[in-house]
């Protein structure tokens, strides 16, 4: 078969899986209630079901008020490019918390279309893989303009200096572009703030984002 030909049959067959699926999604779409849609949203744009589906239950946590007073203004927050830096220890809630942002946002926008990228969640592994493998692990563009993005585990690895460097010029580009971002960190703000590797990415995410600084011991399995 010429080449040219197989090379436009493929192009075909892959739009028609991809109609087909967006049908199906959208049938699908129908039959949910309104909190599998929810939950099922949160798991599109990445949040680990286990975050997804609790705040769907309506999870308290100890950082109630400030993260209250940031989701009521979500859509303002959003579009002003404000976010949040969540620090504290092991097991104190700081991912629960992304999953209650990503929740506000969804509710926020609820009628934009299906698959518009309005939140993407995303822990520093796999920022760092769409950084530098961008063929194998998606699009860094996504990351560095999706209106809210949800990172998790900053300082968690790729501390080396060109691995900050990478971080620190991402971190620049959406703070240029007015994105809101929201990360978690096990450093407290003091420990990146006094470190000469991490203390430009904190100077340059306190500009647009508020502190949450967690205490205390893991509650996990205490819940």
Not at 36 to 42: A, G, I, P, S
Not at 45 to 74: L, S
Request: glycine letters at 8%; charged letters at 25%.
């Amino acid at each position: 078969m010429d080449r040219d030909i197989e090379d436009a049959l493929k192009r075909i067959l892959s739009r028609l899986q991809q109609e087909t699926s967006s049908e199906e999604t959208s049938s699908q779409n129908q039959e949910w209630t309104p909190e599998q849609r929810e939950v099922e949203w949160l798991l599109r744009h990445g949040i680990p079901p286990r975050y997804a589906r609790a705040m769907a239950e309506g999870v308290y946590h100890p950082a109630k008020g400030p993260v209250t007073a940031f989701t009521q203004d979500i859509v303002n927050n959003m579009q002003n490019g404000r976010g949040l830096i969540i620090s504290g220890p092991v097991g104190t809630g700081k991912s629960m918390i992304l999953g209650v942002v990503a929740q506000a946002a969804y509710r926020a926008w609820g009628e934009m279309p299906w698959d518009y990228p309005t939140a993407l969640y995303l822990n520093t592994y796999q920022l760092y893989g769409r950084l530098i493998r961008p063929d194998d692990e998606g699009s860094p563009k996504t990351a560095r303009e999706v209106p809210l993005l949800l990172l998790d585990e900053l300082g968690s690895a790729y501390d080396t200096p060109y691995g900050i460097s990478q971080l620190d010029d991402f971190f620049e580009q959406r703070h240029a572009k007015c994105r809101s971002t929201c990360v978690t960190t096990n450093m407290s703000a003091k420990q990146m703030r006094t470190d000469p590797r991490w203390s430009r990415i904190y100077d340059r995410l306190k500009q647009s984002c508020a502190g949450i600084e967690l205490t205390g011991a893991s509650r996990r399995g205490k819940q």
